[in-house]
């Protein structure tokens, strides 16, 4: 029996980089840097009180070099997009048990203008090279579709269904000035956009930015002397399952499952109780799975719980309120904006904005994916 | 001819745990592993048995045939030999042995309408160099 974080930890400040979505002159590392600057500043802490330091996509021997950071817990887990929710559930760990006391996760992603990014050849005799890459199959998008053409075989899943996910999306997005993309989209929109790899159009993709973010964890008796409003701990999960999209187990079943089940137990908490969802959108499809996966309705009826607009705002099920990785920003690996978006619902920045404000948001779920359907990592958060 | 070359495709290189599976659709003779501790097939070749950790595996001829468990229309590709060609097929065929292996679904054409899950498919060898050929796959009564 894994013992609880039961609410010990909390979240004190969250930050994206200085600016997003199209930003040619500044590096990768720059924009873990900004963002994480920030994040410390609103949360009332010093750079000299981090002691956990947790990045992907990056060393943490580089951030922590540039930041001049030298932490007693390092905590570099690179298993994707959703990395960075599993970095709380390990910072969360860590703090519980002393081994640090404030916890700066980053992420930084120059995606658009690959500005300072690492090179991104494979080698030509590693798995994906041998037994995908010669058939030509798009990564990741490929990956997502042919998973998506198995769910629609199985289950009758349509294209019209999984639009709704994208025209709902954009409607939250048309609320975010920080959003790339702010003109609403229709389900025909979506349909007659220009094909990417069936059924994929391109509205059913996320976009490719450039972006950071950061996120600060302390004790929740530590952070009362912060400055925000701390939003707390209550569960995690994590889990992989595959590296490579062939040998998934089961085209339409995920680590989610896993990851969800398990974090929902250690928080103690129903599914109807939750106030908001933040689910990796990585494409259209992404979100439909993750929510059969996490328990929000039957295998199979993702379709029909999005549809008529119920994530979209003012329906009963927010969700992506800060218009996704669809519509807001997705630099490549999105799992840290999920929770920044999270937090700041929860903490209701957003209470003079009128529906953009989820009402009385006391609980969320923050899930990210990673790889090609491959990784999992589900938070619990609750306004403490 | 000189000049400019054409765009080219990146071909597997096999290494030593894998070569056997190379080798032998090189042969047009596809083979597959199977452990002779649990029985069961494998694929991708691995040097373990995922399924019982035992090294006792050994090579035998596949059948060939198989179904399309899940497949996906490309339209755009980012390296230009794929782009020339698109929209083809890319396809996870579950092969008859119970394992699944990526390739392309040729001879049929590249439209959801023709293309469905559960299509019963039968290897071809595509020769790609004259050191490398990859296993692909028709429908079963396709003339290509």
Known sequence: MRRGIEGKVAIVGVAESDRIGRVPDVPAILLHAQAARTALAEAGLKREDVDGLFTAGVSTLELGEYLGIEPVYTDGTAVGGSSFVIHIAHAALAIMNGWCEVALITHGESGRSRVGMPARATAPDSLASQFEVPYGIPQPVGAYAMACTRHMAEYGTTHEQLAEIAVSTRKWATLNPKAMMRDPITVEDVL????????????????????????????????????????????????????????????????????????????????????????????????????????????????????????????????????????????????????????????????????????????????????????????????? | MSGTSAPQKPLPVADPVTKPFWDSVKRQAMELQRCNACGKFIFYPRGICPHCLSDDLAWQPAQGTGEVHAFTIVHRHPNPAFAGEVPYVVALIELTEGVRMLSNLVGVAADPAEVKVGMPVEVVYEAMTDEVTLPKFRPVGSRQ
């Open chain 1, 192 to 384: 007659n956009a220009r094909p990417i790899t069936y059924p994929f159009t391109l509205l059913d993709c996320c976009l490719v930015t450039d972006a950071g973010g950061a996120v600060v964890l302390t004790s929740t008796e530590r952070a009362r002397d912060c400055r925000q409003t701390p939003v707390a701990v209550l569960g995690v999960g994590e889990s992989h399952d595959h590296s490579l999209i062939s040998q998934m187990p089961s085209m339409t079943s995920f680590a989610a499952k896993t990851s969800g089940r398990r974090a929902f137990e250690m928080a103690g908490v129903r599914h109807d109780e939750l106030d908001l969802a933040m689910i990796y959108d990585s494409f259209t499809y992404t979100v439909l799975l993750t929510l059969e996966e996490l328990g929000f309705c039957a295998k199979g009826e993702g379709g029909e719980f999005v549809s008529g607009g119920r994530t979209a705002p003012g329906g009963p099920f927010p969700m992506n309120t800060n218009g996704g990785g669809l519509s807001y920003n997705h630099p490549g690996m999105y799992g840290i904006f999920a929770i920044i978006e999270a937090v700041r619902q929860l903490r209701h920045d957003y209470a003079d904005q009128g529906i953009r404000q989820v009402k009385d948001a006391k609980l969320a779920v923050v899930h990210g994916t990673g790889g090609v359907l491959s990784s999992a990592g589900t938070a619990i958060l609750a306004r403490a």
